[in-house]
């Protein structure tokens, strides 16, 4: 739908003026959120019988050489504890890193997000609206199912906190050999005074040049970005420049079929001297394969999503998780989700053929050389994967856990864990007798 509901245009999805709908999306999100904010609140503080399991559970605290840094029963519950609190986060290794490699990720998360479709429209001559969908096929079952399965094995292989961190660095090496799918690149279609010299044309030195004999007397102007494809396999800028008339037919998908048109080279069929209305379709058999990889590299980067999170909330004391995990957040958008588009952004930008003229300024880019753009995204994913490859092993091999005790030692044999000291006798006394 365009973006103006009320609105009618003549404009298509092919289109590259085409403005889709876009806040629909954020309404019904904000809509379903809200909805579903009621059930949640009527949830209590503490589910029944979690106090059983919080006695139980053993620690897996990274531990600190510093004794004065060790949390009491009632630290955090005051704002003079914030500085404490952050001097003994800053203290944690493990924590720090596992921040770190989170904010690669999310990198890497917006910046494919926000540049895939635009990677795929470029590779294989699709427009905006069907490479978008495409890649929300992509996103939505290996992200979601990523999210799902990753926490559904640490929590069927009941993993300890070195074991969650493994399992991160193993996924982040499998999608980091995924990564180099971008090596794949599908040339570039034909565009007169882009890539390829328009029919007849006597100078040709492979630069930006749209103008030529057949449309030198059309009066054609760039602000006007329309491409469509000629009888002669060849894209043009708009149907001016492909030196169309401006009579039309509708074809039978909706496309604008032009005739007449001067730069598009004569032949013997019925055919000959027309252009319709969108790009030229891209013979490029490498799509499957294209499409089969980047969702490895999605599934595998959104399976250690639940697991790095579960480190993080093991690697700290209980009663710093809460904070712990804004921290993180804090972290992770700062130093990942605002960067990641900009980053990714720069690079592709490097790779643009033909920008959009706005009064002699550079506006969106309508054009990439396919080779350049695979060759960057490969270079910027293979910074980030490595880089948080780095992160997750450096968290593994600087996590200190807490000793084991022989108590525990004996109860995990036995499938579970033991209770320490006497304040869990107390409490495990008292949940066990009420009265």
């Not at 910046?111 to 990677?119: L, N």
């Not at 449309?215 to 002669?232: E, R």
Request: overall charge neutral; hydrophobic content about 40%; charged content about 10%.
């Amino acid at each position: 739908m365009y973006t103006e509901l009320s609105s009618p245009t003549d404009l298509t999805p092919e289109n590259p003026l085409w403005v889709g709908a876009w806040w629909i999306g954020f309404l019904g999100a904000g809509a379903a959120a809200f909805l579903i904010s009621f059930p949640i609140l009527g949830y209590p503080q503490q589910l029944p019988g979690s106090q059983r399991y919080v006695v139980m559970r053993v620690s897996e605290a990274h531990q600190v050489k510093d004794d004065s840094h060790k949390p009491g029963p009632d630290f955090g519950k005051t704002i003079k504890d914030l500085p404490k609190s952050v001097l003994m986060l800053l203290k944690n290794p493990t924590f720090i890193f596992l921040c770190l490699a989170g904010a690669t990720e999310a990198t890497l998360i917006t910046g494919v997000s926000t540049f895939g479709p635009k990677f795929l429209e470029s590779q294989f001559s699709l427009s905006a609206s069907e490479a978008a969908t495409l890649f929300g096929y992509l996103v939505v079952p290996a992200g979601g199912g990523g999210t799902f399965l990753g926490g559904f094995i640490v929590n069927k292989l009941k993993l300890h906190c070195s074991g969650v961190i493994r399992f991160c660095v193993l996924c982040s090496l499998l999608s980091l050999i995924s990564i180099f799918i971008f090596l794949i690149s599908c040339p570039n279609m034909p565009m007169a005074g882009v890539t390829a010299p328009y029919i007849n044309s006597v100078l040709w030195e492979n630069s930006l040049n749209l103008s030529a004999a057949c449309n030198v007397d059309c009066g054609c102007v760039q602000d006007h970005y329309s491409p469509v494809c000629g009888a002669d396999g060849i894209m043009y800028y708009s149907p001016c420049y492909a030196g169309c008339s401006g009579t039309y037919t509708e074809h039978d998908n909706g496309k604008k079929v032009y005739q007449n048109c001067s730069c598009i080279a004569s032949n013997m069929s019925m055919d000959g001297e027309l252009a319709v209305s969108g790009k030229c379709s891209s013979s490029c058999q490498k799509m499957s394969l294209v499409l089969a990889f980047t969702f490895t590299v999605i599934l595998f980067t959104f399976l250690c999503s639940i697991p790095a999170l579960t480190a993080t909330l093991r690697c700290v004391s209980d009663s710093q998780r809460s904070f712990a995990l804004g921290i993180q957040w804090i972290l992770v958008r700062t130093l990942g989700g605002i960067p990641g588009p900009i980053a990714f952004g720069s690079m592709i930008d490097i790779s643009c053929l033909l920008w959009q003229n706005q009064s002699g300024q550079k506006g969106s880019c309508y054009m990439y050389q396919n080779s350049a753009m695979s060759s960057y995204m490969l270079i910027a994913g293979l910074v980030y994967k490595l880089l948080g490859l780095v992160f997750f092993l450096l968290a593994l091999l600087l996590y200190k856990p807490p000793p084991v005790s022989p108590a525990s030692s004996v109860d995990k044999a036995s499938g579970g864990h033991s209770v320490k000291g006497s304040q869990g006798e107390t409490l495990m006394s008292s949940l066990s007798n009420p009265s």
